[in-house]
């Protein structure tokens, strides 16, 4: 068993890559221990009441609760990131942690494998 990192720093819609990151933790969580990082413009992922239906994008926000079902407990948010976009208030729409840049860094060491979308 691996330990896998995912890294979403991209903005949920307008491109496949949170989509994609969604559909590797879910289908390798089975095989690897799964942690997902939410960094830079990543954490507008976490954001309640999207619609990106306004936008001709589908919504796959909502299957980011499906973490849980598989067992990937270790989500990070990174605090900057939150702060920076003035997020920091703000529900989030799946459990996760919030941590500093330090935090995320030491556990980066810690992964066997680190994917970033």
């Not at 960094?39 to 936008?55: A, C, E, K, R, S």
């Not at 330090?102 to 970033?116: C, G």
Request: overall charge neutral; aromatic content about 8%; some cysteine.
């Amino acid at each position: 068993m691996k330990k896998v990192a995912i890294i979403i720093s991209s903005p949920p819609h307008g491109n496949a890559k949170g989509r994609e990151a969604l559909d590797i933790a879910l289908a390798t969580s089975a095989f690897n221990q799964i942690s997902v990082f939410f960094v830079n413009d990543g954490v507008f992922h976490l954001l309640p009441n999207q619609q990106p239906d306004q936008i001709l994008m589908r919504d796959y926000i909502a299957t980011f609760n499906m973490l849980e079902l598989y067992d990937v407990d270790d989500v990070y948010v990174c605090k900057s990131s939150l702060k920076s976009r003035n997020l920091t208030q703000i529900s989030r729409n799946i459990p996760s942690k919030v941590i500093d840049t330090l935090s995320i860094a030491q556990l980066l060491t810690t992964q066997d494998v680190i994917l970033r979308f």
